[in-house]
Structures are given as structure tokens and as C-alpha cells.
């Protein structure tokens, strides 16, 4: 039986709802809000008594925006704590909360755009902090490339999106924290290359069965198993991407009612680090992953892109067609303040992702920063969330982000 509980909090949160443009032909969102223009739903949570204009409140020129393309991350350790430590903090969702089977990434750009200027404009702040945490890391460096320089005027499968002439404001700074390449990039490392059949995810390569119980190759790994393993995810992703564009190129041929179609990918969490940890080493816990045992995850009900649509995995998922990859969008930042937080024990970002930013990253102003030990969620680490805490605020009262 569950129980609920109030919990006393040193902050208030005032709920926040912005309406923005219809939805398109084909429907990508359930229920009342996805018949009647998109409604995005957020949280603002700031000191008692407070305003964004207030002076001697730490942070009250400056709002911390967390956003990631899924999920609120209001109940999130990082962001409340934030709050509770004078700052404002918004966590704001998308028009896909707590659901991605039909995201369409260059929409939650339009989405995010949606949140600065509101919180510019109306809310009266003079100054955003995007916080990419997680997913919400390569949409805030896609978020601020195009911000700076936009170019899409198309999603990926051909469908009119105006990013470009959105008008988007561009953040005053970005921190990158426990944040991966991309979803798209992320997926195709924890896919299981042994899968012979979408339709029948038994019919297997025991070449490539790392999860089974006699699997041919077991840790630790060679590098050249891991070369062929790595290079079988990719083509598998490719072989998914090749069949949504020749089956939505077919919809858009038949005079029928279906513009759309919906699909599974099974077997998404299998990766070669999480059983040997000499693969891209770091602090993590052998055999596992964020999900818990990588064997259960891989074919539970619960993965990345378990569940999609053709137009969402092109936008989202495919290695080749979607524009989140992190490095190519942070070539393209420059003159944006960015700081990176590194986990060493992240359980879920692969230990090669943030080094790879770092290294693309086109602005002056970058500071990379690794808390030893640190989990992805901080989950009984409030040590490692207090030094996070430590490192942001230095960071931001440096560069005159807050502070009287």
C-alpha cells in the first residue's frame, strides 16, 4: 500500500502555464491539451516573498531553467536543492511530459524558446541559466546553437518546423550537468546489436549475445569484439532508420487516412561497459546501470525508444538524422558562458561523452569540472549534490550570473 506525505520546503512553487501554437494534422499529444493547442506546464520555485526583480536575494535577477525533453525534474534532488538555497529555479516540461513515444525534438526547441521568453519578458528576469541535466543537456546546447545561429526550418522526415524564424532568445549561460551526447547517440551505445529480426526479438546472433547465459564472448572484452559490437549497434540503428523513411515515403503515397505509424524497438539496453568496466572506464558499479540490471532492463517494458513513431525516431533516435548530437551543436556555441559537471560513478552518461563536448565546445568560457564518486542521480550522496551545488554557484557569481 502507498502512502503520501507533506513535505515542508524552504521555497514556494507556483504553478506555471503557457500556451503556445495548434497542434499539427497528425496528433502527438493524449487527451484534452493535445485537441487544444499546446499546453506547457512548469513549476517556479522561489524564497518566500520573492520576485524576480527583488535586490539582495541571491539569484533573484537570474532563474536557473531546468528542461528536459520528457521529463519536469521538479522532484529531482538538483533542482530543490537549488531553491532551497535562495536561488529560482524553473522546471519547465515540453508538450511531451512523462511521455516520448511521438517527440518531435525540434519541438521541444520551440518549447524551450517558449520558456526563456517568458521568463524574460513576463516573468521579468534578467538573465537565464540553462541547466542541462541529463537529456536535458544536448537540448540545451541544441537550444542555444540555434539560438545563436538558427537553421532548421524542417524536421527530419520533411515536415515544416520553424525554428529558424522562431525568434528564439539565446540563454546567458549553460550548465552541462551528468548530461550525454545525445538521445539519438546515447541509444545507439545501448542497443543490442544481436537482434536479427525487429518483429521477432528472439531470433538472435549468439556472436553478439553478450546477455546470454552461454554467450560466446564474455569480460573482458577484446578491443576487437568491442569494435564489432560497436559497429553492429550502429548498423542496426541505420537498418530502423532506412525502414522509417521508406515506410513514411510509402504513407505519403497512399491516398489512405495513415500519415503515421508506431512501432517498438526492442532490446535497447545492452552495452558493453555495464558488464565490463575496463571498457571507457570510471567509477561506475560493475553490472549495472541506471535501470538496475542491465540483463532485466534490456527486454522490460521500460527503455530508451521502447516505445516511437517513424517521424520520432528520425527526430530522436536516429544516429544519422537527428540534430542533437552534442558536439556538433557545441561547435556552433561561442561567447556563452558553459559549465560542464562530470559524475566519475554516472551510471547512466557514458564516460566518453562529456570529455567529447569539452573538446567541441567553440566558446572561451568553458570550465569542466568531476565530482569522484558522484552518481547520476545522487541517490544517498548528499555530500556530491552539496559540492554540485558549490561548483555552480562559484561558477555563476563569477561570472556576475548571481549575486546582490
Not at 44 to 66: C, K
Not at 148 to 158: K, S
Not at 328 to 347: H, K
Request: glycine content about 8%.
Amino acid at each position: 500500500m502507498s502512502t503520501g506525505y507533506v513535505r515542508e520546503e524552504p521555497f514556494v512553487r507556483l504553478p506555471v502555464v503557457l500556451h503556445t501554437e495548434s497542434q499539427p494534422s497528425v496528433r502527438e499529444t493524449y487527451g484534452f491539451t493535445g485537441g487544444h493547442g499546446t499546453v506547457l506546464e512548469g513549476q517556479l520555485l522561489r524564497p518566500p516573498g520573492s520576485t524576480p526583480s527583488t535586490t539582495g536575494t541571491p539569484g533573484a535577477r537570474t532563474v536557473f531553467v531546468f528542461m528536459h525533453p520528457t521529463s519536469t525534474l521538479n522532484l529531482l534532488p538538483m533542482p530543490t536543492a537549488l531553491a532551497a538555497r535562495g536561488h529560482h529555479v524553473l522546471c519547465a516540461s515540453s508538450r511531451y511530459p512523462k511521455n516520448d513515444s511521438a517527440l518531435i525534438l525540434e519541438k521541444v526547441v520551440l518549447d524551450l524558446g517558449s520558456w526563456v521568453r517568458w521568463a524574460k519578458q513576463d516573468a521579468g528576469y534578467e538573465r537565464v541559466v540553462l541547466v542541462g541535466w541529463s537529456g536535458g543537456g544536448s537540448l540545451s546546447l541544441l537550444y542555444q546553437a540555434e539560438a545563436l545561429d538558427p537553421t532548421i526550418t524542417h524536421t527530419p522526415a520533411g515536415d515544416p518546423v520553424d525554428v529558424a524564424g522562431a525568434g528564439l532568445v539565446p540563454a546567458d549561460a549553460i550548465v552541462f550537468i551528468a548530461a550525454h551526447l545525445s538521445r539519438a547517440e546515447t541509444l545507439t551505445e545501448w542497443m543490442d546489436p544481436s537482434v536479427l529480426d525487429e518483429a521477432d526479438p528472439s531470433r538472435r546472433d549468439p556472436e553478439l549475445d553478450i546477455y546470454a547465459d552461454d554467450a560466446v564472448h564474455t569480460p573482458p572484452y577484446s578491443p576487437d569484439f568491442v569494435a564489432t559490437f560497436r559497429a553492429a549497434q550502429r548498423a542496426r540503428n541505420r537498418r530502423i532508420t532506412d525502414w522509417a523513411l521508406e515506410r513514411l515515403d510509402a504513407l505519403r503515397n497512399d491516398p489512405g487516412p495513415e500519415q503515421e505509424r508506431p512501432f517498438l524497438v526492442h532490446r535497447t539496453m545492452c552495452d558493453v561497459r555495464w558488464l565490463d568496466p575496463a571498457v571507457d572506464p570510471n567509477d561506475r558499479r560493475p553490472g549495472w546501470c541506471y535501470l538496475g540490471d542491465p540483463r532485466t532492463a534490456n527486454v522490460g517494458p521500460v527503455g530508451l525508444a521502447r516505445y516511437t513513431t517513424l517521424r520520432s525516431w528520425l527526430s530522436q533516435w536516429s544516429l544519422e538524422e537527428s540534430r542533437a548530437s552534442g558536439a556538433r551543436n557545441a561547435a556552433r556555441i561561442t561567447g556563452t558562458p558553459v559549465l560542464q559537471i562530470e559524475n566519475s560513478a554516472d551510471d547512466a552518461v557514458p564516460a566518453t561523452h562529456n570529455p567529447t563536448v569539452a573538446a567541441a565546445l567553440a566558446t572561451e568560457d568553458a570550465t569542466y569540472e568531476v565530482i569522484a564518486g558522484a552518481t547520476h542521480y545522487y541517490v544517498d550522496q548528499p555530500e556530491h549534490l552539496a559540492r554540485c551545488l558549490e561548483l555552480i554557484e562559484n561558477w555563476a557569481e563569477a561570472r556576475g550570473l548571481i549575486g546582490p
